[in-house]
């Protein structure tokens, strides 16, 4: 059980009951992490247009964008985001043994170089965001990223550093 109690769609008033429905339309089902915060409804709503802002297809695809999100979260000890995002990229084709890698080796993950700066990257951001400096992004352009994808590979760490901690926060139990 989660540490803070869920609205269920039972109890949720009209405007809770749409975000509700948007979320089990995107994603079939509705997870807990969206029950946990049922009694923040503009929470949940903001959070909606951050994940369609920062997780669209851009520079990076959304399946890049979500192995970062595999990496961050297994460098955060997130179980709940772990499984749960392992879950989202198994609906996206990536191989489940893949998909376990990211969380724990990501070095010998068996993904391109290029795309491996970019989970480096991620660890660095995650670990120690002081230390962050210019060369740090410069090794991201050295392995062929843009600003574009610097930009969204940022958004994407911090976005997912934001929902580790409210997961772990909250005690959130895996929905799979």
Request: glycine share 6%; aromatic share 10%; proline share 3%.
């Amino acid at each position: 059980m989660p540490f803070v109690n869920e609205i269920e769609e039972t109890e949720a008033d009209g405007h809770l009951r749409e975000l509700y429905g948007k979320i089990e339309q995107k994603l079939g089902f509705l997870p807990h992490y969206f029950k946990t915060l049922g009694a923040k409804p503009a929470v949940i709503e903001a959070q909606l247009q951050m994940s369609d802002a920062v997780m669209a297809d851009g520079a990076l695809s959304m399946i890049v964008k979500e192995q970062i999100g595999l990496v961050v979260s297994g460098i955060n000890s997130s179980t709940y985001c772990v499984m749960f995002h392992m879950e989202l990229l198994r609906r996206f084709g990536v191989d489940k043994a893949l998909a376990r890698k990211l969380t724990a080796d990501y070095e010998n993950a068996a993904v391109d170089p290029n795309v491996k700066a970019l989970f480096r990257f991620a660890e660095k951001l995650t670990r120690h965001p002081d230390d962050i400096e210019e060369s740090d992004t410069d090794a991201l352009k050295k392995a062929g990223w843009d600003d574009a994808a610097v930009r969204e590979t940022v958004l994407t760490v911090a976005y997912f550093n934001y929902i580790n901690r409210v997961s772990l926060g909250l005690g959130l139990v895996t929905d799979f």
